[in-house]
Antibody, heavy 122, light 106 residues
Framework: QLQLVQSGAEVRKPGSSVKVSCKASGGTFSNYIITWVRQAPGQGLEWMGGIVPVFGTSDYAQRFQGRVTLTADESTSTAYMLLSSLTSEDTAVYYC???????????????WGSGTTVTVSS | DIQMTQSPSILPASVGDRVTITCRASQNISRWLAWYQQKPGKAPKLLIFRASSLRSEVPSRFSGSGSGTEFTLTISSLQPDDFATYYCQHYNNFPYTFGQGTKLEI
């Protein structure tokens, strides 16, 4: 049974960057998509983007374009999310999730990591 | 971007109740809709994809319906474990967006 194990909580100062990792255990993510979704305190869910590890191709929500970079290392079954130019509004729990393609060529998230809390504070 | 609007935002209910949550899309998304359940401090869990396809390990008291712009999630007989927040999410095109959530509470 695939599990996604995320890296630990991070505290960053405004203007800096954070890199969160997501390691697959008990399975591989090579034939799937790894997506990233964040949730600010007391708020809803926000899709940030997704990467297809086998191809290294990625898509991003427009509002994160230029600030987020998704990468994946197939040899270690680990995906990474790098978010730069942090502000206090980036304080959130960041989830990675495996996604499966549906018939329309888009995808839904079926296995989620437990989340990584990122706090941005001066 | 496609806007997803859920109603109600809060739904008081009791064990054994039949409840329905509605999700409306700002444009036609065919059947490309998923429903997730989230409990406090936990990651979301997939319940339903393609509007009405139940994930294999999800109890059959959960069901989804709809197409186009209007969708519903129904729980036929609420169990104590079902009190949580529910989100719909479209995957018709990028960016995928979620509804604001419906909190099911006693």
């Amino acid at each position: 049974q695939l599990q996604l194990v995320q890296s630990g909580a991070e505290v960053r100062k405004p203007g800096s960057s954070v890199k969160v990792s997501c390691k697959a255990s008990g399975g591989t993510f090579s034939n799937y998509i790894i997506t990233w979704v964040r949730q600010a305190p007391g708020q809803g869910l926000e899709w940030m983007g997704g990467i297809v590890p086998v191809f290294g191709t990625s898509d991003y929500a427009q509002r994160f374009q230029g600030r987020v970079t998704l990468t994946a290392d197939e040899s270690t079954s680990t995906a990474y999310m790098l978010l730069s130019s942090l502000t206090s509004e980036d304080t959130a729990v960041y989830y990675c999730a495996r996604a499966q393609y549906d018939d329309n060529g888009d995808y839904f998230m079926d296995v989620w990591g437990s989340g990584t809390t990122v706090t941005v504070s001066s | 971007d496609i806007q997803m609007t859920q109603s109600p935002s809060i739904l008081p209910a009791s064990v054994g109740d039949r409840v329905t949550i509605t999700c409306r899309a700002s444009q036609n998304i065919s059947r490309w809709l998923a429903w997730y359940q989230q409990k406090p401090g936990k990651a979301p869990k997939l319940l339903i994809f393609r509007a009405s396809s139940l994930r294999s390990e999800v109890p059959s008291r959960f069901s989804g319906s709809g197409s186009g712009t209007e969708f519903t999630l129904t729980i036929s007989s609420l169990q104590p474990d079902d009190f949580a927040t529910y989100y719909c999410q479209h995957y018709n095109n990028f960016p995928y967006t979620f509804g604001q959530g419906t909190k099911l509470e006693i």
